[in-house]
């Protein structure tokens, strides 16, 4: 079945990059996303990459793809106190989509 | 261009009553899926309308019930209200919905946040 796996938790210090892992099931998914979700709101979109790319840069956000390994990452350079939120992958599996339980970043000054 | 908005945000009921959230859709998007998120069990989806039809369902009891009227607006109706189902629920629209070409981008609302006591 379908199963998308984040570690839960991530503390960064200001200014210094994020690293957030995500491994999924899907290896027919074409787009895989990354979204945000600060407290008491809903999820915000980031970035999605296309399964036939390794690697697609947004500003401070870099997303790394490994299709081998079913592996996405998702890295934000020079992390600010306004990053800490709860970041999803998600993946579409079957017509649904699928999203990881989140991992909690939280940046410390 | 307004968002996805949710109604009400937050409610209170009590077990065994019944709820029904509102969910108005992106102008020009016909898809909208519904999601439950606790602590607990993380983002769970509930089922998908488009064009008025439900597309997709999760696996929730037949307690969770939906509909779409034909402005793309959607409700959902949870009936006999348990404790289990206090939560955090999500609406997302999108132009398209499922599986479709292109980058299929889900935009949600706030949610609405239902306490049963």
């Known amino acids: 079945g379908e199963d998308v796996e984040q570690s839960l938790f991530l503390s960064v210090r200001e200014g210094d990059s994020s690293v957030i892992n995500c491994t999924y099931t899907d290896s027919s998914s074409t787009y895989l996303y990354w979204y945000k979700q600060e407290p008491g709101a809903g999820l915000q979109l980031l970035t999605y990459i296309f399964s036939n790319m390794d690697m697609k840069q947004d500003q401070r956000l870099t997303v790394l793809l490994n299709k081998k390994d079913k592996h996405l990452s998702l890295r934000i350079a020079d992390t600010q106190t306004g990053d800490s939120a709860i970041y999803f992958c998600a993946e579409i599996y079957g017509q649904n989509f699928v999203f990881g339980p989140g991992t909690r970043l939280s940046v410390l000054p | 261009k307004a968002g996805v908005t949710q109604t009400p945000r937050y409610l209170i009921k009590t077990r065994g009553q019944q709820v029904t959230l509102s969910c108005s859709p992106i102008?020009?998007?016909?898809?909208v899926s519904w999601y439950q998120q606790t602590p607990g069990q993380g983002l769970q989806f509930l089922f998908e309308?488009?064009?008025?039809?439900?597309?997709n369902k999760g696996n929730f009891p037949g307690r969770f019930s939906g509909r779409q009227f034909s402005n793309s607006r959607s409700e959902m109706n949870v009936s006999t209200l348990e404790l289990g189902d206090s939560a955090l629920y999500l609406c997302?629209?999108?132009?398209?919905?499922?599986?479709?070409?292109?980058?299929?981008?889900?935009?949600f609302g706030a949610g609405s946040r239902l306490t049963v006591l």
């Open positions: 309308y488009f064009s008025e039809t439900q597309r």
């Open positions: 102008s020009g998007h016909r898809s």
């Open positions: 997302a629209s999108s132009l398209a919905g499922g599986v479709s070409s292109g980058a299929n981008v889900l935009t």
